[in-house]
């Protein structure tokens, strides 16, 4: 980490653990106790299905939950904050940052027996991660070389700075994959997609639409001794009351990612035999955005975007619809990320009667009742989601806009705000890691404009000033002038305001207490969990 001290990176990530304003819950993850082999371990999250197990693209945290039980990275961060080895043994950057050499771990198969090799890592970083998942930190990569079977070293035109590399390697898009099963066809529509053929501890075994996915243990894993279940179920339940019923049946031991409200999982933990953790969610803090439809008439000018913005209380949002288990969103960059948050940006704090002044001044007056008319989508994937759009509908009525609220399930939701952008407003929920590129810029940045990629650019946003920052910090290796570019990144997402995180909220992950070994990752959710095991 030559560009960054340890010190300011455990400083800035420790502190995006918690929620100064959340009220307190009960915390217990027993890692103590030696691992059980055998059983099955229900999972959850508090989403719904995803539309594939595997989505090249992203395609949110659902597929993610799901594809990282059968591909893994070259890298993981820890609880510690510390890279750690996953595929690889070792990266290491060349003195001038124009290279990393990947010494890969030997003795790993596919789970259909082939050998994991380097051709497999050249194929995924030149046909995979460069074009589909990661984007704007790979546009200086022009070489991926195989010095022997389990050796690559990664040529780049122009620097790229170690913590976003290794980064990127243990983040959402660094997923490792087949190439002799990905060489034939497009990637983005492979079979394989809804049955991955992985490096992980767990084998797919079926899909049941509108149930559950089945794993089996990977007998030839290579961590000694794991994984130590027998099989893992992960299933959707549509609402968090079905969840929280399940977790008192017995048919549910761990769910991720706010399974229920607050207030439901303070109730399961009073009964004894359940722990809530808020541990795991370090480099994946979750933010619920509003975009706007910058190709929309009314919505394209900001002068209307800062309006409607200043009629919405944020505050209210994360104290009613999330319980105070959230805080009020500031800018792109997020408040508990001291590495590159600065909160001397534009904001829009709630004021109802300045934005009927801005919106009058901006040419939109109240005429015949109204000033006009916004489609609002709010996906449902989340019942907060629903909430949130209903006070979004009244809060804008309250200044003379008319509102047509839309709240279509998941898969029509993904259609309507990525491939038809049939929305002028639209709610969405992302983690954001630490490192800004490529997560957190995709959003704003133009190459993030990706028809029917999901979670990426749907407001189609596009400033070349905003683009060549990004492109700079993506370069940069010195953390100072890092931190300035980041900066300069959130001045003009906030001045121009094509979306805005409405409220930052805390994670937590609920578990009955036969489950051992879970929430030991920065972003837990994505973990193959090959470690965790259960009491019989």
């Known amino acids: 980490m030559s560009d960054l001290s340890r010190r300011q990176f455990l400083l800035a990530s420790a502190s995006g653990a918690a929620l100064s304003s959340a009220p307190a819950l009960s915390y217990a993850a027993d890692a103590s106790a030696t691992p059980k082999r055998g059983g099955t371990l229900v999972a959850t999250w508090g989403g719904l299905e995803p539309q594939a197990l595997f989505v090249p693209a992203g395609g949110g945290n659902s597929p993610f939950f799901t594809s990282t039980k059968f591909y893994e990275r070259l890298l993981k961060l820890g609880t510690d904050l510390k890279f750690h080895p996953v595929l690889a043994e070792s990266v290491e950057p060349a003195k001038d940052f124009l290279s990393y050499t990947v010494k890969l771990r030997k003795g790993?198969?596919?789970?259909?027996?082939?050998?994991?090799?380097?051709?497999?890592?050249?194929?995924?970083?030149l046909q995979y991660w460069k074009p589909i998942s990661v984007g704007v930190p790979l546009a200086g990569l022009n070489a991926a070389e195989a010095t022997d079977e389990h050796t690559v070293v990664l040529r780049f035109t122009q620097t790229i700075s170690e913590f976003a590399f290794k980064s990127i390697l243990a983040g959402v898009g660094g997923l490792v994959i087949p190439k002799h099963i990905y060489e034939k066809g497009d990637i983005a529509t492979n079979a394989a997609n809804n049955s991955p053929v992985g490096t992980g501890p767990y084998k797919y075994k079926e899909w049941v639409r509108g149930s559950h996915v089945e794993l089996v243990r990977n007998d030839a894993y290579w961590a000694p001794g794991q994984p130590y279940l027998d099989r893992l179920i992960i299933r959707w339940w549509r609402d968090p009351a079905s969840r929280s019923a399940a977790f008192e049946a017995g048919e549910l031991h761990l769910a991720v990612f706010n399974p229920f409200p607050p207030p439901e999982i303070?109730?399961?933990?009073?009964?004894?035999?359940?722990?809530?953790?808020?541990?795991?969610?370090?480099?994946?803090?979750?933010?619920?955005?509003?975009?706007?439809?910058?190709?929309?008439?009314?919505t394209s000018k900001v002068e209307v975007r800062r309006a409607l913005l200043q009629?919405?209380?944020?505050?209210?949002?994360?104290?009613?619809?999330?319980?105070?288990?959230?805080?009020?969103?500031i800018g792109p960059v997020r408040p508990s990320n001291e590495l590159f948050f600065n909160a001397d940006i534009p904001t829009?704090?709630?004021?109802?009667?300045?934005?009927?002044?801005?919106?009058?001044?901006?040419?939109?007056?109240?005429?015949?009742g109204s000033r006009f008319t916004v489609k609002?989508?709010?996906?449902?994937?989340?019942?907060?989601?629903?909430?949130?759009?209903?006070?979004?509908?009244?809060?804008?009525?309250?200044?003379?806009?008319?509102?047509?609220?839309i709240t279509p399930d998941r898969a029509t939701s993904l259609k309507l705000l990525f491939t038809d952008y049939d929305f002028d407003i639209g709610l969405t929920n992302n983690g954001t890691p630490l490192e800004l590129v490529p997560e957190v810029t995709m959003l704003y940045t133009t190459d993030g404009i990706i028809k029917g990629a999901a979670f990426r650019n749907n407001s189609r946003y596009s400033n070349p000033k905003l683009d060549e920052v990004v492109t700079h910090l993506a370069r940069e290796v010195n953390y100072e002038k890092?931190?300035?570019?980041?900066?300069?990144?959130?001045?003009?997402?906030?001045?121009?305001?094509?979306?805005?995180?409405?409220?930052?909220?805390?994670?937590?992950?609920?578990?009955?207490?036969?489950?051992h070994n879970h929430s030991n990752a920065a972003n837990y959710t994505g973990e193959s969990w090959g470690d965790l095991w259960i009491d019989s």
């Open 482 to 515: 890092r931190k300035a570019l980041a900066h300069e990144f959130a001045r003009i997402a906030n001045t121009d305001v094509p979306l805005l995180p409405l409220v930052v909220n805390r994670s937590t992950t609920v578990a009955s207490k036969k489950v």
């Open 348 to 368: 829009y704090p709630f004021d109802p009667e300045k934005a009927k002044k801005l919106l009058d001044e901006a040419g939109y007056p109240v005429k015949n």
């Open 266 to 298: 303070e109730r399961l933990v009073k009964t004894g035999k359940f722990v809530a953790e808020t541990g795991g969610y370090q480099n994946a803090t979750w933010q619920t955005y509003l975009h706007f439809n910058t190709k929309n008439e009314v």
């Open 311 to 329: 009629a919405i209380n944020r505050k209210f949002i994360a104290d009613t619809v999330y319980f105070k288990y959230a805080e009020p969103g």
């Open 108 to 125: 790993v198969k596919w789970h259909d027996g082939q050998p994991f090799t380097s051709a497999d890592l050249v194929f995924t970083v």
């Open 376 to 405: 609002v989508l709010a996906p449902a994937w989340f019942e907060e989601n629903v909430k949130t759009g209903n006070y979004i509908k009244q809060a804008l009525t309250d200044i003379g806009v008319k509102v047509d609220l």
